[in-house]
């Protein structure tokens, strides 16, 4: 049995698919097919059913690759920490997000302190990141909901606010506090950057009894311009609202808080449980977590 037996089998159960596998491996499909039949062979065991032209890992083959997967971070462990020892320091760190909301300030304030190093970033979907933090693809993940996994390591950075941002000339924007079925008549815009964050409010919409009706969909830029155009309310995260440039808001909109229980949203940080961090992976978890907490801090301390 060959390491890169293991690593083409990894490949094609994570696809499930020979074509993108191979396609993924840069290796033909013929050569991919007989590397894992040979594997079969030498186990004993089929590890996929085949269903036609389409694969799927059979009971076997799922026991193989929770065995296989920890092989191979245990091998890149044991390089990165050899390599660290010898004196071969890390200078890259990969990371994937939701939304790039997430990441505004952070990475800018990250590379000032850190600014010889390489950093690589990506927005992809939860389970696309997921599945990349399993490979050992990406070093971290920021994403919202959290990842929960078994083989993912999440720490919760903050649970901010949800609230209702509406022109000062709105008939409601007097109020400092309302309850979101009270908007049930109302028009409404939806952020799209994230599209996780809609989970989020279709399950206030849910919880409140009413279907919105959404009128425009776009990116926070878009929205701002685009409330008093469409006399819509928006349901934003507060930190879209306070950061800057927060004047595109409190010039000319009104923040209402929601008295619903379900207002808030978690942010959190991700990475695979058992790889190696090393130094520099260290000092990036240690920053991202103080950074949201500074930032939480400052967003508890504006009075809306």
């Known amino acids: 049995m060959e390491l890169l037996q293991l690593k083409y089998f990894q490949a094609v159960a994570k696809h499930e698919n020979i074509t993108k596998a191979a396609k993924e491996l840069h290796i033909s499909q013929p050569s991919l097919s007989i590397t894992i039949k040979r594997l079969e062979d030498e186990l004993g065991v089929p590890l996929f059913r085949r269903i036609g032209k389409n694969i799927e890992l059979n009971q076997f083959g799922k026991v193989y690759l929770k065995h296989v997967d920890s092989i191979l971070i245990n091998l890149d462990n044991a390089k990165a920490e050899v390599l660290e020892l010898y004196g071969i320091r890390n200078t890259q760190i990969s990371l994937s997000s939701t939304a790039t909301l997430f990441l505004t300030g952070l990475l800018k304030e990250f590379l000032i302190s850190y600014p010889n190093i390489k950093m690589v970033q990506s927005i992809h979907n939860r389970e696309d990141i997921l599945n990349a933090l399993k490979l050992g693809n990406i070093d971290f993940a ?3 909901p959290p ?3 078994l083989n993912v390591e999440t720490i919760n950075l903050m649970d901010e606010e949800i609230v209702v941002v509406v022109n000062k000339d709105h008939p409601l924007a007097q109020k400092k506090f309302i309850y979101l079925n009270e908007l ?3 028009n409404f ?3 799209t950057e994230n599209y996780s964050f809609r989970d989020t409010t279709n399950a206030l919409y849910k919880a409140a009894g009413f279907i919105p009706n959404i009128v425009f969909e776009g990116d926070t830029s878009i929205l701002s311009e ?7 309310v928006l349901l934003a995260p507060i930190s879209v609202c306070t950061m800057p440039p927060s004047d ?3 010039n000319k909109y009104t ?7 379900l207002n808030t ?4 940080l991700s990475y695979a449980k058992g790889r190696y961090l090393s130094e520099l992976a260290n000092s990036f978890k240690e920053f991202t977590i103080s950074y949201y907490n500074d930032f939480l801090n400052r967003i508890n301390r504006i009075q809306l």
């Open 142 to 144: 920021i994403t919202s």
């Open 147 to 149: 990842i929960q996994d």
């Open 184 to 186: 049930r008549n109302e």
């Open 189 to 191: 815009m939806e952020l």
């Open 226 to 232: 685009l409330i008093d155009l469409k006399k819509a």
């Open 248 to 250: 595109r808001y409190n």
């Open 255 to 261: 923040i209402i808080r929601l008295k619903d229980e």
């Open 265 to 268: 949203r978690t942010v959190a």
